[in-house]
């Protein structure tokens, strides 16, 4: 069945570090590839996405890299900062008007 | 506040009591979404709609387990003869028209079986 992967599931940097999160997905079908971030809380909330037609994308900080051959997928934060500190999860997705299944989240915390 | 929202924020119930959950979706956003997330884990997909259209349940799901969104607006999630098992954060999602794709999540609704 579809499966998303995600490592580390905790991590932690010094401010002004660069932090990276991999993830894999089973579904060979999947073609949208997005990222949210949970504060303590709330709910998830999207920071990037990306699809299957492009390799990288970056938004300032953040930056996600897909590599559909090997079905890995990998979020980049550079200059990290104190309110980085949150959970992130990836997910993966046949289109990106459908249902997307979640990992199981990585837990970054940015010491000052 | 035009965000998604989602009633009650929390529900402490006995186990073989039927709870609900309601959730109302940003305006006209036309697909609504319910998630199921425990601690330390990532939300766990449940069921969605598009308009008042069930498209997908998951197959992980119960029986026990019922959503409805009979106007394409509000939406209610039914748990009926709750279980221990049942005790998570009940999150509901919209996504307007297109293929944006970006879900727009409530605060949860956090359901304890004792």
């Known amino acids: 069945g579809e499966n998303v992967e995600q490592h580390p599931s905790t991590l932690s940097v010094q401010e002004g570090d660069s932090a990276v999160i991999k993830c894999t997905y089973s579904?060979?079908?999947?073609?949208?590839f997005p990222w949210y971030k949970q504060e303590l809380g709330k709910g998830p909330q999207l920071i990037i996405d990306?699809?299957?037609?492009?390799g990288e994308k970056k938004d300032q900080r953040i930056a996600v890299t897909l590599n559909k051959t090997a079905k890995h997928f990998s979020l980049h934060i550079t200059e990290t900062q104190p309110e980085d500190s949150a959970v992130y999860f990836c997910?993966?997705?046949?289109?990106?008007?459908?249902?997307?299944?979640f990992g199981p989240g990585t837990s970054l915390s940015v010491i000052p | 506040d035009t965000g998604v929202s989602q009633d009650p924020r929390h529900k402490i119930t006995k186990r073989g009591q039927n709870v609900t959950f309601r959730c109302d979706p940003i305006?006209?956003?036309?697909?609504l979404y319910w998630y199921r997330q425990t601690l330390g884990q990532g939300p766990e997909f449940l069921t969605y709609?598009?308009?008042?259209?069930?498209?997908?349940k998951s197959r992980l799901l119960s029986d026990r387990f019922s959503a409805e969104r009979p106007k394409g607006s509000f939406s209610t999630l039914e748990i009926q003869r709750t279980e221990q098992g049942d005790s998570a954060m009940y999150l509901c999602?919209?996504?307007?028209?297109?293929?944006?794709?970006?879900?727009?999540f409530g605060e949860g609704s956090r359901l304890t079986v004792l």
């Open positions: 997910a993966s997705g046949e289109t990106s008007y459908d249902k997307v299944i």
């Open positions: 579904d060979s079908a999947s073609n949208y």
């Open positions: 990306i699809r299957s037609n492009v």
């Open positions: 305006s006209e956003h036309n697909r």
């Open positions: 709609f598009q308009n008042e259209a069930q498209l997908e």
């Open positions: 999602a919209s996504s307007p028209p297109g293929s944006a794709g970006e879900l727009f």
